[in-house]
C-alpha cells in the first residue's frame, strides 16, 4: 500500500519568491506520483506527473518537481510565484497501472502569497 | 472538448435524508471516480465506475452508492445523511480506469447536512 505525507499544512511566501511544497510518500513498489492544484472554489486539476525517466519533471504554470527514490521524496518547486498562484497543492501517489482507485492524494498544502 | 460537470453545486439537507450528486464525465472518457473531500483535507475515495460497473470501492459504508449510464455520466446517492456527510463530492473522469493518474475533475458538489 501507498501513502503520502505533506509536510506543510501552509506555506505564505511573498510574491516574485521562490517557493518549494514538501512532499513524501511510502511505498513498497515503484510509484507514480502527481501534484493536483486546487483553486478556491474549483476541482482539482494536474499541475503535472511522474510516471518514469527523467527524475525532474515540469508541469504548468511554471511549477516543476524532482523524484528522489533514495529519499522517497518528490517536493514541488516554483521559482517565482505570482499572487495567481494562492491554492491548495495536494500531492498523490499510485502503483503503476493500477486504477484510478489506487491514487491516495496528501491532506493538501495552502499556498498563500502576500504583496 | 466538454469538461466534467457537476449538479448540483450547492445543497443543503438534514440528517436522515437522502441525495443524488449527479456527474457527466468529459467527451471520451469511459471511467468516473468519486471523491469525499472533507474540510482541510484532501479528497478521499469513494468509488469507480468503469463502463457501468463499479470498478473498486474505498472505506464508505453502502449508504454510499452508484450509477453509471451508458453514456459514462454517473450519480452519486448518498442514503441516511449524517452531519459528517458534509463535504465536498468531486467527481473525476478518466479513460480506462485512470492507470496514468490523470483525473479531470468537476467543481465538485457542496453537501451540507444539519
Known amino acids: 500500500a501507498q501513502s503520502v505525507t505533506q509536510l506543510d499544512s501552509q506555506v505564505p511566501v511573498f510574491e516574485e519568491a521562490p517557493v518549494e511544497l514538501r512532499c513524501n510518500y511510502s511505498?513498497?513498489?515503484?510509484?507514480?506520483l502527481f501534484w493536483y492544484v486546487q483553486y478556491p472554489n474549483q476541482g482539482l486539476q494536474l499541475l503535472l506527473k511522474y510516471l518514469s525517466g527523467s527524475t525532474l519533471v515540469k508541469g504548468i504554470n511554471g511549477f516543476e518537481a524532482e523524484f528522489n527514490k533514495s529519499q522517497t521524496s518528490f517536493h514541488l518547486r516554483k521559482p517565482s510565484v505570482h499572487i495567481s498562484d494562492t491554492a491548495e497543492y495536494f500531492c498523490?501517489?499510485?502503483?503503476?497501472?493500477?486504477?484510478?482507485?489506487?491514487?491516495?492524494f496528501g491532506s493538501g498544502t495552502r499556498l498563500s502569497i502576500r504583496p | 472538448e466538454t469538461g466534467v460537470t457537476q449538479s448540483p453545486t450547492h445543497l443543503i439537507k438534514t440528517r436522515g435524508q437522502q441525495v443524488t450528486l449527479r456527474c457527466s464525465s468529459q467527451s471520451g472518457h469511459n471511467t468516473v471516480s468519486w471523491y469525499q473531500q472533507a474540510l482541510g483535507q484532501g479528497p478521499q475515495f469513494i468509488f469507480q465506475?468503469?463502463?457501468?460497473?463499479?470498478?473498486g470501492r474505498g472505506n464508505f459504508p453502502p449508504r454510499f452508492s452508484g450509477l453509471q449510464f451508458p453514456n459514462y455520466s454517473s450519480e452519486l446517492n448518498v442514503n441516511a445523511l449524517e452531519l459528517d456527510d458534509s463535504a465536498l463530492y468531486l467527481c473525476?473522469?478518466?479513460?480506462?480506469?485512470?492507470?496514468?493518474?490523470?483525473?479531470?475533475f468537476g467543481e465538485g458538489s457542496r453537501l451540507t447536512v444539519l
Open positions: 465506475y468503469y463502463r457501468e460497473e463499479e470498478n
Open positions: 511505498s513498497s513498489v515503484s510509484v507514480y
Open positions: 473525476a473522469s478518466s479513460s480506462d480506469r485512470g492507470h496514468t493518474g490523470e483525473l479531470f
Open positions: 498523490a501517489v499510485s502503483a503503476p497501472y493500477s486504477s484510478a482507485s489506487k491514487i491516495i
